[in-house]
């Protein structure tokens, strides 16, 4: 079963970290829906934020893949969960790691 | 002029920068090729052929597997250098090789000059593009001052963690530029954290796994060769009385004669170590990934067992097989730890069961091929028979195919980092020049490379570097005139269709001899001990053709996709 995912990269400001990030998602045939990257008020940081759908085991593996970068600081993922009745909107998106 | 020149902080080029950075980082040897873009270091190298040994190859690929197998039996990385385009571009099959495998490599490329790079200059290429896939990091310097600082930072990560190859591409600006020099070695990086804090609590919970086990098993990986973890893993296997299994890279960590050894693992392994993965009932993993060379189907792999997966990089943990335990540490630290945790203890009967396999694969298998009376040469007695004179001391750097697998099953390996072999990327070609790598970091030792007739094609032209440098490699060939291991496949698998898999070979001792390298050809069985002795003895480099059988398989076998319970004896 698959799920869109958010996921937030923060990393080092190098201009092969996008490229990098990109490939990890490319090689496993996940394909990006959508991808923003900024440089952040602290010029040395770069933040990216990626929506993909994916299953959790490989929303996990490239997590994963993401963190053993080199310029990677730190990787966040979100699952967008369905707003029913009993879920209001504001519980819509679930941590992940 | 030497005193001047390697005075701190006077004014040089980028280019004298490289050098000296090489020789500030300790390397002593490095393999390369020139070309345009790296003309400006190679001039540099001129003045500092006393300081450093740069060995000129005939091709980049031979330059690459050099370095990697220099690597792979020293505890220093491989460095390599090569011009930009076509020169770079001939190290991508080597820098996949050595992410596959984990060997730490620095390899430095020359670029046009910056002010030309995205207008498809002479010889330009994005090599930080083509190569970012399979290097664990690059990066490009287009200013003189900033190459110490990216040297610096390409070693620490080549080394540090899970080694892996990095390249830094310089151009030819920056070469030529000037700065002041002066080298500081990397010792960290802000948020890459190579050495995990190690996690007693996990190790805790393993230790009561370990000694609640009736049947424990061990497998072990590269990992322990990489962090010198040879030692710990002998006695922490002693203590808690556990066999242990080697994957074909982790082959040399653990000697071969000890009682505790259960053999190797995977689609040609043995017999006992495949067939009792899906018998023990914790199952310790360190440092090694889980291939599915090694796994065979995963969903029938270790199913009953309780897994323990020790690995640097958490990025394996879970990755292919349902852990109990992750445990992201160093092999050494880890298992030093476990054996201070756990019960002295011995599992005679469960040892029992591996002997029992071991005496059908025995019959059924080894005694064939390592004592025939008739017929042609097999690879198997000609390794068996290297073993016993070398009696398993000497460096073992084997290609891809056949003669890898029955290298890897009969050498007995008694020294550690003794097996250098392409396991994760499969590349034809890698031995001739990984040997020659491996002669030059380790000259006290015997390297023996052990080649199909398919692969030495692949790379011979390095033969050229092995007579200008004098080098005093052994080289076996194992001719069966076939690519071997395809061949087997088409036979069992394909219905015996040989499409294009039977070689017409030139005469490789003729070749030989053109390099000015001794050689002979040898056919018959009782001419073959004195074949081996003779290339032993030489003092120089040497080549050994043996003509093999031309249809021989190699067993056991997992048929790919099955799952080890399935291995095959016939
Ligand atoms: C560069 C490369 N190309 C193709 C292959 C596929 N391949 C694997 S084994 C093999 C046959 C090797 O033949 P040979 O070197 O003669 O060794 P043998 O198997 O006969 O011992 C081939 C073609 C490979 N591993 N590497």
Known sequence: ?97 | MESETLNKTTTITGAEAVIRCLIDEGVSTFFGYPGGAIMPVYDALYDYQDKIEHILVRHEQGAIHAAEGYARVSDKPGVCMATSGPGATNLITGLADAIADSTPLVCITGQVASSLLGTDAFQETDVIGISTPVTKWNCIVTKAEDIPAALAKAFYIAQSGRPGPVLVDITKDAQFGKMKYEYKKCEALKHYNPTPVLPLEQLKQAAKLINEAQAPYILAGQGILLSGAQNELVAFAEKAGIPVASTLLGLSAFPCDHPLYAGFLGMHGNYAPNLLTNKCDVLIAIGMRFDDRVTGKVDQYAKQATVIHIDIDASELNKIVDTKLPIQADAKEALSALTGLVNKNEHSEWFNRFKAFDQQEKEKVTDKVLFPTEGQLKMAEVVHRLSELTKGEAIIVTDVGQHQMVASRYYRFKKSKSNVTSGGLGTMGFALPAAFGAKLAQPAREVIAIIGDGGFQMTLQELGTIFQYKIPVKIVILNNNFLGMVRQWQQLFFEKRYSFTEMCNPDFVAIAKGYKIEGEKVEQREDLSASLKRLLAAQEAYLLEVVVETEENVFPMVPAGASIDEIRLE
């Open chain 1, 1 to 97: 079963m698959t799920n869109t995912y958010t996921i937030h990269v923060l990393g080092n400001n190098e201009p092969n970290l996008l490229p990098r990030i990109a490939l990890v998602f490319n090689r496993r045939r996940v394909f990006i829906k959508n991808l923003n990257a900024s440089e952040l008020s602290d010029k040395s940081q770069y933040s990216y934020t990626l929506t993909v759908e994916t299953t959790p085991v490989w929303a996990e593996r490239i997590a994963k893949q993401l963190e053993k970068q080199i310029d990677v600081q730190s990787v966040n993922y979100f699952v967008h969960m369905p707003v029913t009745s009993d879920r209001p909107a504001k519980a819509e998106l679930a941590y992940c790691a």
